[in-house]
């Protein structure tokens, strides 16, 4: 049994994963402390996915729960981060609703600056050999086509 199976028995794990397309992930590393930390990009269907509050918290706290309290969460959602993005022209986390070009076009180019970045925190040993760094949920591709609808 897959993780996102086993997340998805108890209530609290179907709510969060309900109508979820997709995701994407990178591992990096510190270059101040050596610290590993995860970005991800959670996809879900808009259509579905009235709210994203709700999720928002099940995310953070499923975190915290798996990392035993020492995980942080920075959520761009927040409104100061949300407002300062939205004012400097660079908030591309709408909804991608009715395979609207122009808003997946600012998504798609957000997601490749976002994860194909070099700030200094590119995981220096990989944890094994055939480690990946950035991975992929397996319908991601289906958000990740603006002519294909998921359901």
């Known amino acids: 049994m897959t993780y996102q199976e086993q997340s998805t028995q ?3 794990g179907r709510e969060l994963f309900e109508h979820l397309i997709g995701y994407i992930s990178k ?15 959670l996809l879900f269907d808009a259509k579905w996915a009235k709210t994203l509050d709700r999720k928002r918290l099940l995310t953070a706290d499923r975190w915290m729960r798996l990392t035993n309290g ?48 070099d700030d200094g925190q590119m995981v220096c040993v990989k944890p094994r050999e055939k480690s ?20």
């Open 70 to 117: 020492l995980g942080n969460v920075f959520d761009c959602h927040e409104p100061a981060c949300e407002a300062r993005l939205r004012s400097s022209g660079r908030w591309s986390l709408d909804p991608v609703l009715d395979s609207d070009p122009v808003q997946f076009e600012k998504l798609r180019a957000y997601v490749i600056r976002y994860f194909a970045k």
């Open 132 to 151: 990946r760094m950035l991975t992929k949920g397996p319908k991601a591709s289906l958000c990740l086509d603006v002519g294909r609808r998921a359901h």
């Open 10 to 12: 108890n209530g609290a």
């Open 27 to 41: 591992l990096e590393q510190s270059a101040e402390h050596g610290a590993h930390h995860v970005h991800v990009i």
